[in-house]
């Protein structure tokens, strides 16, 4: 049930916007529950002539990228950073191949309900992996079995955790999204994820309860394989993100109250990198990374933002960026990385300059409708230089705009069958809506897809559904179920033409990566699809941007049986309902046995009578 906090979070959703919002009044109202909604679940997709997956892609051997093929003399080292091991390499094609290593890594993460304080700013209560912020990096070689046993130690909410960019192929009820794959792991309560790497290189994982993870549930995995360009230290996962001093309970509070006056939310306080920063008083410290000059060093670049896109650089040296999610790429040079939430780019930095200290910089990307109160600085130092801040300058801004810098070319080359576009292709519209709250009559500002916020049960599980069989989803689960395997699924993702906040939203999905067929501003034109968009190897990844007021068009290939959710990776946007879930071929799921039962009867005694209600979508 939603209650009036859901104006709140709307609120910070809107924190990034620089100017007031006005609550769409003339904005379409329905009643309880949405039923005046699309109703999401009607959907369902015609049976497509498209070929199976096998047939429809092109050879998974990318001879223009590089003449090195895998083999099993062919082994990981500086100068062959693209070889990996026993025939595998980064000329495999993951999606249908992996290395089977028989090889399990084992972490436990304690969440416990403790402060933190990591700019040196004052305590604030965090909820921590370990006690750590961020929590440990999982780290696995490609082909390995993850096996993470999670314990609650909250005694005031339930957790779990998504593995972002994780296929789970077979493995759906390992996708840590509660409401959909599971149900919360109540206070004390402790469960195991097993799942494979079947693809290689940085994520992230994070909470998927409500906006959990804003309180500092976060941590990077660390899958080592091949890569697109050499190498000789890696420096390992980097993330970004913006902080705030108060809790997100608190911004709420603050946030509403804005509302009142028709103010935006609050900024953030401050951006931190690899988890500190100075703060603006001066107290804290700067990360440290030392390098020694003629050198190549790999750094891997997260954003582990709630509401803020970041830009970083290092002054003075050139940012050959190899990696776009966990997809290798034909490696470019950039003086700037934009990360938008959720995203990944890995980095080689080649320390070929003077022996000094250099400024590493993270700007929250204003141009992104993105804001904050001050920016996020480390020091890279080389061996031998003097103590002491960095004195260098940075390099002039991007003034493109709020557009990742280039396209992202995949190494791996596929092409998308564009033959049954027309008429597979779904469109799914993005805005505010005002929802009627049952209890009250009160009318509240939601973000939906085609006018409906998705609001989950955490009681029962999409999966709950389907294992018993039960077809009647509320028509707030936003479902929308792709029956058939082995056929490519075309979606437009389009801002409402007039919305009254068009903001770039980052679009994450679960279970796949998408490949980006195209973006763009304005309304997108489907009688001149499909030749305007891209289908001979388009850029892939699990997060792209949607810009403000314009379209983003996706695909991917149903190969992977699950229940899945699309989402706008702004914490307070899911929160207030801008996702989807696809229920993939729900037949061949391979379904979880008595431990998730177990999980979900201690959920339900628990939340009989929890310390706390859910107030939002409940991711
Ligand atoms: C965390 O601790 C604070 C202060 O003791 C308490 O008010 C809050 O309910 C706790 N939260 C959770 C999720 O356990
Ligand atoms: C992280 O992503 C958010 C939202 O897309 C963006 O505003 C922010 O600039 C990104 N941060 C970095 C360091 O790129
Ligand atoms: C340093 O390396 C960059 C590539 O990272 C290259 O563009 C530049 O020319 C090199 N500079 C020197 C002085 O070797
Ligand atoms: C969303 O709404 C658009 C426009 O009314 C419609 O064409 C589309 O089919 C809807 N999408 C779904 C998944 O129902
Ligand atoms: C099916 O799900 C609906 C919605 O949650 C519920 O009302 C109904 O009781 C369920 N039916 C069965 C047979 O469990
Ligand atoms: C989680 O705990 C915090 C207090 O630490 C509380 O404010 C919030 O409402 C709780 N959320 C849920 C959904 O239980």
């Given amino acids: 049930m939603r209650v009036t906090q859901l104006a709140a979070a709307c609120l910070l959703a809107l924190a990034s916007t620089t100017t007031a919002t006005q609550i769409p009044q003339d904005h379409v109202l329905w009643g309880p529950g949405g039923s005046a909604g699309a109703t999401l679940h009607n ?30 003399a062919c082994t990981n080292g500086p100068t062959s950073r693209n070889c990996w091991s026993s025939g595998y390499s980064v000329l495999t094609d993951f999606d249908k191949k992996w290395p089977t290593t028989g090889n399990t890594v084992q972490y436990t993460l304690t969440v416990t309900n403790t402060t933190c304080n990591p700019d040196g700013n004052g305590d604030r209560i965090c909820f921590l992996y ?54 919360p792991i109540a206070p004390g309560d402790t469960k195991v994820y097993t799942w494979k790497a079947t693809q290689f290189g940085t994520t992230w994982y994070h909470s998927h309860y409500s906006s959990q993870y804003g309180d500092g549930l976060i941590g990077a995995i660390k899958i080592n394989g091949p890569a697109s360009a050499n190498y000789d230290v890696d420096l390992g996962p980097y993330p970004v993100n913006d902080w705030y001093y108060s809790t997100a309970d608190q911004l709420n509070v603050i946030a509403s109250n804005n509302l009142q006056q ?82 990944r780019y890995d980095v080689i930095i080649y320390a070929n300059q003077t022996v000094s200290n250099y400024w590493f910089r993270a700007e929250v990307a204003t141009d992104c409708a993105s804001s904050n109160n001050f ?12 103590s002491g801040d960095p004195t260098t300058s940075a390099f002039t801004a991007p003034s493109g705009g709020c557009v990742e810098d280039k396209t992202l070319v995949p190494w791996v080359t ?19 809506a005002v929802e009627q709250v049952t209890t009250n009559g009160q009318n509240i500002v939601v973000w939906g897809v085609n006018v409906s916020a998705i609001d989950v049960d955490w009681r029962n599980p999409t999966l709950e559904y389907v294992k018993t069989g039960n077809t009647s989803y509320p028509s707030v689960l936003n479902l929308i179920e792709l029956p058939t395997e082995g056929i490519w699924t075309y ?66 290939q149903t190969d992977n049986p699950g229940a899945w959710l699309m989402h706008c990776h702004i914490a307070w946007h899911i929160s207030e309902g801008l996702g989807v879930q696809f229920l993939e071929a729900k037949s061949q799921i391979t379904l979880p046995g008595s431990d998730w039962d177990t999980q979900c009867t201690d959920w339900k005694t628990y939340y009989q009578n929890p310390v706390y209600q859910k107030t939002d979508s409940g991711l």
């Fill in 43 to 72: 959907v369902r997709r015609a049976t497509s002539s498209v070929a199976p997956s096998s047939t429809s892609k092109t050879s998974s051997v990318a001879p223009s990228s590089t003449s090195k093929v895998a083999d099993a």
């Fill in 414 to 432: 596929n092409t998308v069958s564009s033959s049954d576009f027309i008429n597979q292709v779904g469109n799914l519209n993005v805005d505010l």
């Fill in 262 to 343: 028709g103010q935006p939310p609050p900024p953030a306080d401050t951006l931190l990198i690899n988890g500190k920063n100075k703060s603006p008083g001066g107290a804290g410290a700067y990360d440290q990374v030392q390098l020694t000059k003629g050198k190549k060093y790999r750094l891997r670049l997260i954003n582990t933002s709630v509401d803020n896109n970041i830009r970083v650089s290092l002054d003075n040296h050139q940012l050959q960026v190899i990696t776009a999610d966990l997809v290798p790429i034909k490696p470019y040079y950039t003086n700037w990385v934009l990360l938008a939430i959720g995203q």
């Fill in 491 to 556: 979606w437009i993702i389009q801002e409402t033409p007039g919305t009254k906040v068009p903001i770039p939203h980052p679009i994450h999905l679960h279970g796949h990566d998408f490949y980006v067929l195209g973006t763009g501003s304005g309304t997108f034109d489907i009688n001149s699809s499909p030749s305007t968009l891209t289908w001979n190897n388009p850029t892939r990844r699990d997060v792209a941007l949607l810009p403000g007021a314009g379209w983003l068009a996706i695909a991917f």
């Fill in 375 to 386: 920016y996020g600085r480390s020091v890279f130092s080389y061996a031998g230089a003097a």
């Fill in 130 to 183: 370990n006690g750590q912020y961020p929590g440990p990096t999982i780290e696995a070689n490609w082909g390995d079995t993850v096996q993470v046993t999670v314990v609650n130690k909250l005694t005031g909410n339930g957790t779990v955790i998504h593995w972002h960019g994780i296929r789970q192929l077979n493995t759906n009820a390992m996708d840590g999204v509660n409401g959909i794959t599971e149900c």
